[in-house]
């Protein structure tokens, strides 16, 4: 069955620090990862996703995430974060076959200054 | 803006009645899925339609129901509402090619925040 982790409930970084937000998934077949961010009462935004090739993804908002099909891993990375990115981060990944999405349990980040 | 229509935006109702929340997927979207979210919650999935058809069920209860219409736009009828039905329920749509291998993401709209008093 497919279905994806989120270990952590919560993170903290300081401002200007880099931000790791960490997701595990389980697939039969070719995994298609997906993140997003969905701010206070605002729908889900779409940041980046991974379907083939090159295992360092680039999205919006200066993100990026790292497959790792040994770990079965997608972590959401940034170099350098900011206030404005304090918000709920989910990882999903989707059955290409019968199109359903599996959503992670999110993850809150919280950015300080 | 994602393209994807939801209304109403919010709603406060009674325990034991009937709303019906719609949504408008984004131009050429075939696929719509519903969520749930509740206070402090992750996704729930609902009910995905493509294409006027039902193509997949999630946790949906019995006293709730959807359907897609012809033109696409969709509908969530919650009836018999009690208070744990109090959340935020999201619509999202992708291209959806039915059977068809797929890797498209989701696009979500704003939500429609169902209160129930």
């Known amino acids: 069955a497919q279905s994806v982790a989120q270990p952590e409930d919560q993170v903290n970084v300081a401002e200007g620090n880099p931000l790791t937000v960490k997701c595990t998934y389980s697939?039969?077949?070719?995994?298609?990862l997906f993140w997003y961010v969905q701010y206070p009462n605002r729908g889900l935004q779409f940041l980046l996703k991974y379907i083939t090739g090159d295992n360092l993804v680039k999205g919006s908002y200066g993100f990026e995430a790292e497959f790792n099909k040994s770990q079965t891993s997608f972590h959401l990375k940034k170099p350098s974060a900011l206030v404005s990115d304090s918000a709920l981060y989910f990882c999903a990944v989707r059955d290409g076959s019968f199109n359903k999405f599996y959503f992670g349990s999110g993850t809150k980040l919280n950015v300080k200054p | 803006d994602s393209g994807v229509t939801q209304t109403p935006k919010h709603l406060i109702t009674a325990t034991g009645q009937r709303v019906t929340l719609r949504c408008s997927p984004r131009s050429g979207d075939l696929s719509v899925y519903w969520y749930q979210q509740s206070l402090d919650q992750g996704l729930q999935f609902l009910i995905q339609y493509y294409n006027g058809e039902e193509r997949a069920k999630g946790n949906i209860l019995e006293r709730f129901s959807a359907q897609q219409f012809p033109d696409l736009h969709s509908e969530l009828n919650l009836s018999s509402l009690e208070l744990g039905d109090s959340a935020l329920y999201f619509c999202?749509?992708?291209?959806?090619?039915?059977?068809?291998?797929?890797?498209?993401?989701?696009?979500f709209g704003e939500g429609s925040r169902l209160t129930v008093l």
């Open positions: 697939v039969s077949g070719n995994p298609y």
């Open positions: 999202a749509s992708s291209v959806g090619t039915g059977r068809i291998m797929n890797t498209g993401e989701l696009f």
